[in-house]
Nanobody
Framework: QVQLVESGGGSVQAGGSLRLSCAASGMGDGTPCMAWFRQTPGKEREGVATIDRGGSPSYVDSVKGRFTISRDNAENTLYLQMNSLQSEDTAMYYC??????????????????????????????WGQGTQVTVSS
């Protein structure tokens, strides 16, 4: 049973920084992909960043250059370092884990990749969330 527990949220002024953590348990070979999503009331869940077991990251455009996703596989912990925070970053932040998905490239070549930031429904396991509030 995969369990994800986020921490590190809080209130910060615009321009400030926060570091989110996600402690994972029950992770196995079937859940190599991890990600951060965020959601504000009345809006759809938005992908922030994903990372595969090897540490290769992917970011949504709005956070590139400001946020850094990383993971410590030995400690089963996912991180999100958030710098230069803006009021638009205010949201509940969720940690997620999931399996690789099939991707067919040129000439029908098959590869296995982590679901992207726009594919939240491909992630099977979710934490309870941690609130981030940025005041201007």
């Amino acid at each position: 049973q995969v369990q994800l527990v986020e921490s590190g949220g809080g209130s910060v002024q615009a321009g400030g920084s926060l570091r989110l953590s996600c402690a994972a348990s029950g992770m196995g070979d079937g859940t190599p992909c991890m990600a951060w999503f965020r959601q504000t009331p009345g809006k759809e869940r938005e992908g922030v960043a994903t990372i595969d077991r090897g540490g290769s990251p992917s970011y949504v455009d709005s956070v590139k250059g400001r946020f850094t996703i990383s993971r410590d596989n030995a400690e089963n912990t996912l991180y999100l370092q958030m710098n230069s925070l803006q009021s638009e970053d205010t949201a509940m932040y969720y940690c997620a884990a999931g399996a690789l998905k099939r991707k067919y490239g040129k000439f029908g070549l098959l590869s296995f990749v982590c679901p992207g930031t726009h594919e939240y429904n491909e992630y099977n396991y979710w934490g309870q969330g941690t609130q981030v509030t940025v005041s201007s």
